[in-house]
């Protein structure tokens, strides 16, 4: 049996379900991913097989495709948050690691394009961890 997944974006206008197993998990460090994220690395899951259903917001939902290139994000257009799209003539699906809901069982698979990181993703795993807000 097929796993299931569920995702929505932040303001939770749009609602979609994944049926499926992700075969890979890349964080990537290009420019392209970190400006799209807004963060370090892109974090998204990849699919050949899983199939994704629309449970709501769909009209809410816009992908932008950088001209002269394959990169593209989708997204909510109410709230902005990041929504997984079909990819290379629809025969790929790639997930935002976080616009799930549900957990997943899936580490990531590698950091990819490190080559191009942010000066300032080096030794992030050194600085204080806290479990909520500081002050």
């Known amino acids: 049996m097929d796993k299931k997944h569920n995702g929505s974006c932040l303001c939770g206008d749009v609602a979609f379900e994944i049926e499926g197993e992700f075969t890979g998990f890349f964080l990537c460090h290009c420019s392209r991913c970190r400006k799209g994220s807004g963060s370090a690395h892109g974090a998204n899951l990849f699919s050949s097989t899983a199939r994704i259903s629309w449970i709501s917001g769909d009209e809410n939902r816009m992908t932008f495709t950088l001209p002269g290139t394959r990169h593209c994000k989708s997204f909510c257009q109410k709230c902005g948050s990041?929504?997984?799209?079909?990819?290379?003539?629809?025969?790929?699906?790639?997930?935002?690691a976080g616009s799930?809901?549900?957990?997943?069982?899936?580490t990531?698979?590698?950091?990819?394009?490190?080559?191009?990181?942010?000066?300032?993703?080096?030794?992030?795993?050194?600085?204080?961890?806290?479990?909520?807000?500081?002050?």
């Open 100 to 106: 799930l809901d549900s957990e997943i069982d899936v």
């Open 82 to 96: 990041a929504l997984p799209s079909l990819q290379i003539d629809d025969q790929l699906l790639v997930v935002p």
């Open 108 to 135: 990531p698979t590698a950091h990819i394009l490190c080559a191009s990181k942010a000066n300032w993703d080096t030794g992030l795993s050194e600085i204080p961890h806290l479990d909520g807000m500081p002050g």
